[in-house]
């Protein structure tokens, strides 16, 4: 069987702390997400696709460079004012697609650093290195993430609506001087939003950040129109693609369910769940919207679609929103323990879908696939050959992201929070001994971290319940050395 045509079109949708069980299509009948369950009956839907991390940053590092995080030692959760982790030179996904003649974009969240770093980032000039450095023909992100200063949209290397006579300054030093600016603690009137934990900084918009900031007051997003801004500059990238008949490859990085959840005005009260529940309807209209305008460009059956999320899910990750005490039976990792933050699989272990009218088989994968991967298997699609520094953990898995080949990867490295490994091999997984506590606190999430090897049977143990790691002492043994060899091995490819 052959595979069939390459698409004209790759759009990765990326969604940030989306758990396995948060879709209808993956389980929840708590939260309606038709548009995704549309994806899921019209494409392949993965239930063993991995991200490379259980937190963000590296997690966005690994799938537009195709290497696992620990390549990179500054590949942690970032300040909104980091130099970028990807330093020109190092070949990148949406370098490789422009290579190939496509016209590429991002729109969203960035959270890898901007600049070069010679010198402080300075908010009101041309930033020296964005993601237009890196292989994107156009870019509209916010820095970091939503609840982080700047709070601020960046197009091409210059903030947007910024009035020079209000200049912005950013700074994440405790000991702020900003003496001038509302502040968490200081003007407790203005807030909408309490905080749980941390976010105890610069008040903007009545939500408490993480970091101080001061001036761009016509610069600042506003949090109800972040999802729509989004969405509309998305279909202004197609709808110009289009007009210069140029294949596109787009990155559109959506900042829900990450906190602050302030959804639009229209989705507010959409589930019995919350700000969270309703944010996650917010993210799926979205992605609907998306749909009906390469339905009405004529080009949806050109068009590869890839939705998926960074990590796995937290409910309580900073501000009191009411995620817990509404939550009621819905359970956001679905069957897998952990979330957010954990060496369990609730951590990495994310929901992967592939909606192509090319598809060789739809339906539901058990391909072992990670995200990392997707480098190398476009390059394949493409007909792209990667030079040999280039991706080097990505492994050319277009057969199982099409449904031709049911098996996938034959073992995948994935980090949590502390960098401690876990290695997917077949139908084991194994947790290496960590430092640390098996508890987070502040989010009430089981970490995976313990002094003892930890073995999993993941073909009858999803849950990652027995560990049967003093039974099978010889696999343990060799999966502990195959995480070492990967650690010291030039490239995996």
Not at 2 to 24: E, H, M, T, W
Not at 208 to 222: D, S, V
């Amino acid at each position: 069987m052959s595979i069939k045509r390459a698409p004209r079109n790759v759009i990765i949708v990326y969604a940030d702390d989306l758990g396995f069980g948060d879709l209808g299509c993956y389980g929840t009948h708590q939260i309606e997400t038709p548009n995704l369950d549309r994806l899921c009956a019209d494409g392949l839907r993965f239930t063993d696709a991995y991200s490379t991390s259980a937190v963000c940053t590296p997690a966005r590092y690994s799938i537009l460079t195709g290497r696992y995080p620990f390549r990179n030692d500054r590949a942690h959760i970032l300040p909104g004012d980091a130099q970028c982790i990807i330093e020109q030179g190092v070949d990148t996904l949406p370098a490789m697609f422009k290579r190939a003649g496509y016209h590429t974009g991002i729109v969203g969240k960035w959270h890898l650093g901007l600049s070069d770093g010679n010198a402080p980032i300075d908010w009101n000039q041309d930033i020296n290195l964005t993601p237009i450095d890196l292989g994107f023909d156009e870019s509209f992100i916010f820095p970091a993430t939503a609840d982080r200063v700047p709070c601020v949209y960046i197009e091409g290397r210059r903030v947007v609506n910024l009035e020079p006579e209000d200049p912005i300054e950013v700074t994440y030093d405790e000991e702020c001087v900003f003496d001038d600016i509302p502040t968490y603690y200081k003007n407790p009137e203005l807030l909408n939003m309490r905080s749980s934990h941390g976010h105890d900084m610069s008040i903007i918009g009545g939500i408490g950040r993480i970091g101080y900031m001061r001036g761009g007051k016509k610069a600042l997003w506003r949090d109800e129109d972040l999802a729509e801004t989004f969405l509309n500059r998305v279909i202004k990238f197609i709808d110009d693609t289009q007009k210069k008949e140029q294949p596109f490859f787009l990155y559109y990085a959506l900042h829900q369910p990450h906190v602050p959840r302030v959804p639009s005005e229209r989705f507010r009260g959409a589930t019995e769940l919350g700000p969270r529940g309703d944010v996650i309807v917010e993210m799926d209209w979205c992605v609907g919207e998306l749909y009906k305008e390469l339905q009405r460009l004529g080009i949806l059956e050109d068009t590869m679609i890839v939705f998926s999320s960074d990590n796995g899910p937290v409910l309580d990750d900073g501000y009191l929103d009411g995620a817990y005490e509404l939550n009621g039976t819905h359970k956001p990792t679905g069957p897998l323990r952990g979330g957010k933050y954990s060496k369990f699989d609730g951590g990495s272990r994310i929901p992967f879908i592939v909606s192509w009218p090319g598809l060789e088989h739809k339906g539901v994968t058990h391909a072992l696939i990670s995200q990392v991967d997707l480098f190398a298997s476009f390059a394949d699609m493409l007909g792209m050959e990667l030079p040999d520094d280039a991706a080097i953990d990505s492994q050319d898995q277009y057969a199982a992201l099409v449904g031709k080949d049911p098996v996938g990867r034959k073992e995948l490295l994935v980090e949590d929070v502390t960098c401690g490994k876990m290695l997917r091999s077949g139908n084991w997984t194994y947790l290496s001994p960590s430092e640390g506590s098996p508890y987070m606190k502040q989010v009430r999430i089981e970490t995976g971290l313990s002094h003892d090897p930890q073995l999993y049977n993941m073909d009858y143990d999803i849950g990652q319940r027995e560990n049967v790691a003093w039974e099978y002492r010889s696999v343990v043994t060799d999966m502990e050395a195959r995480i070492r060899k990967i650690m010291e091995s030039r490239k995996t490819r």
